[in-house]
């Protein structure tokens, strides 16, 4: 049944964009699996079989948005996302990620291609990298960013593979610090975009620091 359960996912992040251009909700969370930052435009990857959130994005973009960011702090680089949107200015894709790490791509000088030039922000970070280190670029490097670009709509690949407690990766990042991290966004929707967020989950893989992320994330965005 995966197929079906990613088709799901994928409908669940556009219905979140549907909600908020119906005026039916101004934040959204969509608790999905598989997730889908990996999943490029021809192939399954890294325990994606669709791009959840790229999806979202697009369907934005269909909608008649013109300025839309996918904010990805999870802790793999979101190379499915980024490859998707490379070359299209309506699209700013930031991601903060461990690097060097799975899947290999996310260096800094990555920053988009044709028209899309200077709309990827990476922000590749060592192992280790703790809250400070995490509220430290989204202060001198993310919101300055994203307060450039003026979005019309704040999408969130909402990784939690940051955490200390997970075993697939090699962060410090604490719950609290997840929580910080989604209120420094809201406060960038708010700012620019009547509000307006969709969060997508991503990767995760401590249960325990998964629910505490989620939970902590859906009291912010309430």
Known sequence: DSRDVALLAAGAAIGGVEAIVQSRATRVMALVRPPGHHAERDRAMGFCLYNNVAAAAAHALSLGMERVVVMDYDVHHGNGTQWMFYEDPRVLYVSTHQYPFYPGTGAAEDVGRGK?????????????????????????????????????????????????????????????????????LCDAADRHCHG???????????????????????????
């Open 116 to 184: 899309g030039a200077g709309f990827t922000l990476n922000v590749p970070l060592e192992a280790g990298s703790t809250d400070g280190d995490y509220a430290e670029v989204f202060k001198t490097l993310v919101i300055p960013v994203i307060d450039q670009f003026r979005p019309e709509l704040m999408l969130i690949s909402a990784g939690y593979d940051a955490h200390e407690r997970d075993p697939l990766a090699r962060m410090r990042v604490s719950t609290a610090g997840y929580a910080g991290l989604t209120k420094t």
């Open 196 to 222: 307006r967020v969709v969060a997508v989950t991503e990767g995760g893989y401590d249960l325990a620091a998964l629910k505490a992320c989620l939970e902590s994330a859906m009291a912010v965005l309430d």
